[in-house]
């Protein structure tokens, strides 16, 4: 699971790491993500 600020910032990032992990020939590259929103994030003090 990861976090992401925006769904456009998660989709930049694919848009730059896709072509990576294709060239590397991890399965990886060929997955759909599944994509969910977040209503609340708890955080504890570091």
């Known amino acids: 699971m990861d976090l992401w600020e925006s769904e456009e910032a998660f989709r930049q990032f694919g848009e730059f790491i896709i ?3 294709r060239e590397l ?5 060929e997955a759909e993500p599944r994509i969910y929103p977040v209503h609340t994030v708890v955080t504890r003090p570091a």
């Not at 020939?25 to 590259?29: F, I, R, S, T, Y």
């Open 19 to 21: 072509p990576v992990l």
């Open 25 to 29: 020939g991890a399965p990886e590259a």
